[in-house]
């Protein structure tokens, strides 16, 4: 399965900017019929260990979502998106591996730290030996 075929198992990565906050990403992770949200200051691709900040569930259309926001929102840019594998659901935290469209990983930890603070870890993982050879 194409890790973009199933978005009640996915995860998508938008940079938004414009609107009333600082420009920011937002990490949604599959959870039911909606996305789980957490806004970052850092991508988690090249951040290891950040706060992120719970905010409203988002709709799994938002995996296709590119561009203007309605509103005066702003705007948002895809930076990633692909299936997402772990226990239980997003907003109980725990371990989660997201798994990119170009078949790089990461190896995600949600850990709650009040009402809406969240404290990220992020860590790619190791590819497959031969992983990114040429084929002949």
């Known amino acids: 399965m194409s890790p973009s ?5 996915s995860w998508v990565l938008l940079r938004h900017e414009g609107g009333n906050t600082p420009p920011h990403y937002d990490l949604m992770l599959a959870e039911g ?9 850092h991508d988690p691709f090249s951040r290891p260990l950040q706060r992120g900040e719970r905010i409203a569930d ?5 995996f296709e ?15 990633g998106r692909g299936s997402l594998e772990g226990q239980g659901p997003p907003s109980s935290g725990g371990s989660f591996r997201l798994l990119r469209e170009d078949g790089t990983a990461l190896r995600l930890r949600l ?18 030996s031969g992983a990114g050879a040429k084929r002949r």
């Open 33 to 41: 019929s909606a996305y789980f949200t957490l806004r970052l200051p």
């Open 58 to 62: 988002h709709p799994l259309e938002f």
């Open 5 to 9: 075929a199933d978005p009640a198992a």
């Open 111 to 128: 850990e709650r730290a009040g009402e809406r603070d969240w404290t990220v870890s992020s860590a790619p993982e190791s590819p497959p």
């Open 65 to 79: 979502r590119e561009g203007a926001l309605s509103g005066g929102k702003g705007f948002v840019r895809r930076m």
